[in-house]
């Protein structure tokens, strides 16, 4: 759904809302990223804020609300924070991943404000990112494969997921470990499917007693509304990953280390896991 003159109303009412409700003294910029941004969302799509504050703890803080019909998801981050993130020394991938959200943030935004042209003098420095080739090792993981079929389907998954950060890396892109972020990666999938791994990855979801929904559970159920069953189907995956990696806690390893796939299968897990395991590899 490109930027027509309805959404382009729509961005405009939610701008003047915006600059009326959540400028203050301590606001130094505010900016629509996300899919409104890029002119790709759907008519359920939320909206995307960002508001940087001079002083803010915690850190990172989100608010969602209904504005004049619409669904607005906004995020506040301190300055501080967000600076020492930019230009942090990376020693692990999980530098790369944190670095990586500013990148998103900024390659593709619509500034609705700024003071004392703070995304000019701190920020632009994203527009041209380029990563430093040494932190290269951070992503370049194999692993031993496991030997069950349906484990070594997510192992060779595991590995896609890799290319794809050795081409982003190379092109100075944002990082992501979440397969929705990689539409070459989505499945065709049919919703039967998509329905059964809901079912069985939500159980274990519960069983959990999480008290902050997950991020890949919001994008799953969204994505269900919309029957956008390849988005669906992979943002399950994650959660379904996530929540293996929470029960197996597995030693001192990266988010998407492919050797976590054999270290699962020499673990005793619970029937439950296996099942939601091959509804979504086999």
């Excluded at 929540?243 to 439950?272: C, H, N, Q, V």
Aim: charged letters at 30%.
């Amino acid at each position: 759904m490109e930027k027509d003159s309805n959404n382009l109303e729509i961005l405009e009412k939610i701008k003047k809302w915006a600059l009326e409700n959540l400028l203050d003294d301590h606001a130094l910029c505010i900016f629509l990223i996300g899919s409104w941004a890029e002119g790709i969302q759907s008519e359920k799509s939320d909206i995307d804020i960002v508001v940087v504050k001079e002083s803010l703890s915690p850190f990172i803080q989100n608010k969602k609300i209904l504005v004049l019909e619409q669904h607005l998801d906004i995020w506040f981050h301190d300055k501080e924070y967000m600076l020492k993130t930019i230009n942090k020394q990376i020693e692990c991938l999980s530098d790369i991943y944190q670095i990586s959200l500013y990148v998103s943030f900024f390659g593709k935004c619509d500034v609705w404000y700024e003071k004392d042209d703070f995304i000019q003098k701190n920020i632009s420095i994203c527009d041209k990112w380029q990563w430093n080739p040494e932190h290269r090792i951070y992503i370049k993981m194999m692993g031993k494969p496991p030997e069950a079929l349906w484990l070594k389907k997510a192992y060779d998954e595991n590995l896609e997921i890799l290319s794809r950060y050795e081409y982003r890396f190379d092109n100075g892109l944002p990082i992501s470990h979440r397969l929705k972020e990689y539409p070459e990666l989505h499945p065709i999938v049919e919703e039967s499917k998509v329905m059964e791994l809901y079912k069985a990855t939500m159980f274990l979801y519960q069983e959990q007693r999480i008290e902050k929904e997950w991020t890949e559970v919001i994008d799953a159920k969204k994505a269900i509304q919309e029957k956008n069953w390849s988005v669906a189907f992979v943002s399950l995956k994650d959660v379904l990953y996530f929540l293996l990696r929470r029960y197996t806690s597995p030693p001192s390893m990266e988010l998407r280390d492919p050797s976590f796939w054999s270290f699962t299968e020499g673990k005793i897990i619970p029937a439950e896991f296996i099942k939601a395991l091959q509804i979504a590899y086999q």
